[in-house]
Nanobody, 125 residues
Framework: QVQLVESGGGLVKIGGSLRLSCTASGRTFSNYAMGWFRQGSGKEREFVAAISWAGGRSTYYADSVKGRFTISRDNAKNTVYLQMNNLAPEDTAVYYC?????????????????WGQGTQVTVSS
């Protein structure tokens, strides 16, 4: 497994931006697909975005964030990012990054092997 640590969450106003980071250690980062998920209060964890392993670089987004969020990775830094723009109150959640061993990427939580501890994002007026 790979160990994951998220950072970059916080309080932001409606329409603002945040960039989340997730740094990995323990295994070859570039072999993994990486995903971002979120869980609002009282809600199930939901898919946000994913990026395939270093060779593929395919990206996938939930419809609710398409055009506003961008996932990217820097394999030299063992880090995946989630740039979030035009944030809305419904984006308020704990955001988790996860690593998926096939390298292809997935929208499903059960495909991911390792998870970070999460970082809180709160969007308010």
């Amino acid at each position: 497994q790979v160990q994951l640590v998220e950072s970059g969450g916080g309080l932001v106003k409606i329409g603002g931006s945040l960039r989340l980071s997730c740094t990995a250690s323990g295994r070859t980062f570039s072999n993994y697909a990486m995903g971002w998920f979120r869980q609002g209060s009282g809600k199930e964890r939901e898919f946000v975005a994913a990026i395939s392993w270093a060779g593929g670089r395919s990206t996938y987004y939930a419809d609710s964030v398409k055009g506003r969020f961008t996932i990217s990775r820097d394999n030299a830094k063992n880090t995946v990012y989630l740039q979030m723009n035009n944030l809305a109150p419904e984006d308020t959640a704990v955001y988790y990054c996860a690593a998926e061993g096939s390298g292809l990427g997935s929208r499903h939580t059960y495909d991911y092997d390792s998870w970070g501890q999460g970082t809180q994002v709160t969007v308010s007026s």
